[in-house]
């Protein structure tokens, strides 16, 4: 063997002795090592369990401020907004915030300092988050600039050190609107908290339902105790909740009040559905008309939705009011008919 690739071997030997060195030495002084739970804890911008009491939370953007509050034991319609509208807001925009700020995963923590809030745009937010639990405590989260390279975002939590530099999101703070805020669903069914339906053809509950079905150990059935079709059902409340309204009236004037209260107290159906806590929400569904006041219908025929729990009153166009007339039969599950038994063959 030449001498030169005896010396080459011979450094090639050292190298990898110093990374091995530098490595044991690299591990020895680090942090200690967490792992399973711990380690995801670490990482998350909240403790686990953190959010879990707030019932408050204001958002301020560049489209205005909006306040929420969370209705106690409601899960079919939980949050609602008190401004600008007293109106049923975007559970599902507000679900998913709270499943992104419980999930969201630090990336790194910047020194709080006047270049960086500078430079991340935390002196200047795009949106600024404000979470109130039940004893008092207030969250305020400065969110500024928006990294679309990677999908991230930087913020700053009043009352903690550091600028944290986090997942984004799984909605827009700084471009949601108030259309992004308010409940398009008139009515919001949730298939997993949903235990009980009815729909009354007439404006009193004390008469027979014209549809009832309820919901057991995961299985729906009619009054009488009949299966019915899961997947029938699940189809049936997609099409109720995407019924939209045409107008959204949330400030009545006296002239209309009169007429919506007088449409509701004659309603030609009342739909009732019931969630796993026993909460109960009423839907009122007016008569078919042509003009109310204060708002042009064009001569159209248009009904009206009012709810128990809501002072917004919708209105909707004559195509969706059949959706009210289901009958039972229709959610039945088909029975797929028996083979008929082979004819024996004739000698």
Do not use: C
């Not at 009122?284 to 001569?299: G, H, M, Q, T």
């Amino acid at each position: 063997m030449s001498k030169r690739k005896i010396a080459s071997n011979t450094i090639l030997f050292f190298f990898f002795i110093l990374v091995g060195i530098t490595a044991l030495l690299s591990d020895m002084f680090q942090n200690p090592i967490k792992t399973g739970p711990q380690m995801i804890d670490q990482a998350k911008l909240f403790p686990a369990n953190d959010l879990k009491d707030i019932n408050r939370l204001s958002l301020k953007n560049k489209s205005g401020e909006y306040l929420f509050e969370r209705k106690e034991n409601n899960q079919i319609t939980p949050w609602h907004m008190v401004t600008p509208k007293d109106i049923s807001a975007n559970s599902l925009f507000i679900e998913k915030l709270f499943t992104s700020l419980e999930t969201m995963k630090v990336i790194k923590v910047f020194p709080d300092e006047k270049i960086n809030n500078s430079n991340f745009s935390i002196d200047k937010p795009t949106s600024t988050l404000s979470l109130f639990d039940k004893n008092g405590r207030v969250i305020t989260l400065l969110v500024g600039l928006m990294n679309t390279i990677d999908n991230s975002t930087y913020l700053k939590i009043q009352g903690r050190s550091g600028i944290y530099h986090v997942e984004a999101p799984a909605v827009s703070l700084e471009n949601a609107t108030i259309l992004n805020l308010i409940e398009s669903q008139i009515i919001s069914i949730d298939m997993e908290t949903i235990v009980g339906f009815k729909i009354f053809q007439s404006n009193h509950k004390n008469s027979m339902p014209t549809l009832e079905f309820k919901k057991k150990n995961g299985a729906w059935s009619d009054r009488e105790g009949n299966l019915l079709s899961v997947e029938k059902i699940d189809d049936y409340f997609q099409e109720l909740s995407n019924l939209k309204s045409s107008f959204i009236i949330d400030k009545q004037t006296e002239s209309q009040k009169r007429q919506i209260s007088n449409l509701a107290h004659n309603a030609s159906y009342i739909v009732s559905v019931e969630d796993n806590k026993g909460n109960t929400i009423d839907y009122n569904i007016s008569s078919l008309i042509r003009d109310l006041s204060d708002i042009d219908l064009k001569n159209e025929e248009y009904f009206v939705v009012t709810i128990s729990n809501n002072s917004t009153s919708y209105v909707v166009k004559k195509e969706f009011f059949e959706l009210f007339n289901k009958k039972t039969d229709s959610l039945k599950t088909v029975a797929f008919p028996t083979a008929p038994a082979p004819v024996p063959a004739k000698d």
